[in-house]
């Protein structure tokens, strides 16, 4: 499922972020210039951060920047960004974030099965090797769609 709503154009690699607030701007981004999100969806996602801290970063480096559907969540997506150097979201035991994964729910259901497979993913080691060592959107992509037919 991941290998079909993570376009190619969602990954990036190795992006500069100054600031954790950044690197959420930075991996949003491809979702939002593909009409996945809106600008409201976006800017959702850095008031909750304000308002509750970083409880997206949801293990060792690991973030799933996301908010309700009905602030501007078009069409179920998911990204993947690697930042080129960590940022500090202050999150005490998950610090530093080096990887982001934007996720995009139009409702409160289709993404379950979505966060089930990323779940999973995120606790097999050689999709954790990958994430760090992939050089192109095309290697992560082709990994996604091996691993899925092997599932």
């Known amino acids: 499922m ?3 709503l993570m376009k190619k ?3 990036q690699l190795d992006k500069a972020a100054l600031s954790f607030k950044d690197a959420i701007k930075i991996a949003v981004e491809p979702l939002l210039l593909d009409g996945a999100i809106t600008e409201a969806y976006e800017n959702e996602i850095l008031k909750i951060y304000d308002n509750t801290g970083p409880y997206i970063v949801i293990t060792k480096h690991i973030c799933l920047p996301h908010a309700p559907s009905e602030n501007g969540a078009k069409k179920l997506a998911i990204g993947f960004t690697r930042l080129k150097s960590p940022v500090i979201s202050g999150h005490v035991s998950n610090d530093p974030v080096k990887f982001l994964f934007p996720l995009s729910a139009p409702d409160n259901d289709s993404h379950i099965a979505v966060l089930a497979e ?3 993913l ?3 080691q050689k999709f954790l090797n990958l ?3 992939v050089q192109t959107p095309e290697e ?3 990994f996604l769609e091996n ?3 092997e599932m």
């Open 140 to 142: 992560m992509f082709s």
């Open 2 to 4: 991941l290998s079909q």
């Open 9 to 11: 154009n969602y990954i």
């Open 131 to 133: 994430i760090e060592e």
């Open 147 to 149: 691993y899925e037919k």
């Open 122 to 124: 995120l606790s097999n």
């Open 118 to 120: 990323l779940a999973e």
